[in-house]
């Protein structure tokens, strides 16, 4: 359970896990505002090759990308159904990294076979971020 003290570092373990990523997989990230769910995407994005400035996509609810492998970046923030998931479900390890925000609010649609990823804020800048690997 690694624990990080900064932005950089969450990145930075976010670009290490992507990094031995070789398939389509859904990334079903979990935690509160502000934990570093986004800053986590970034790092997906970074060890992806992708050089476009990633933004959260709270408002449009997914964001793709191009790099290595696509990366879609779905923010369930304002989901309040899981129904209202249903058009992007075709998205999940389609041909590329789907980084799912708040996926406990699509936890029906998804796959079984999945990264999840735990924040829990220990302080203003560490982090408790728990990986479970469930692809096996």
Not at 17 to 44: D, H, M, N, Q, Y
Not at 61 to 85: A, N, P, T, V, W
Request: charged fraction near 30%.
């Amino acid at each position: 359970m690694p624990t990080t003290k900064s932005p950089e570092e969450t990145m930075q373990l976010a670009e290490n896990l992507v990094r031995e990523i070789k398939s389509p997989v859904c990334i079903a990230l979990f935690g509160e505002l502000g934990a570093g769910k986004t800053v986590f995407v970034k790092g997906l994005a970074k060890g992806l090759g992708i050089k476009d400035i990633i933004k959260s996509p709270t408002f449009v609810l997914m964001r793709s990308y191009s790099g290595r492998m696509k990366l879609y970046h779905i923010d369930l923030y304002r989901i309040k159904k899981c129904e209202e998931f249903l058009p992007f479900e075709e998205t999940l390890m389609n041909d590329g990294i789907t980084a799912i925000e708040w996926a406990d609010r699509a936890a029906d649609f998804l796959p079984d076979k999945r990264v999840e990823v735990c924040f829990k804020i220990l302080s203003s800048d560490k982090r408790k971020i728990i990986i479970n690997d469930y692809r096996d």
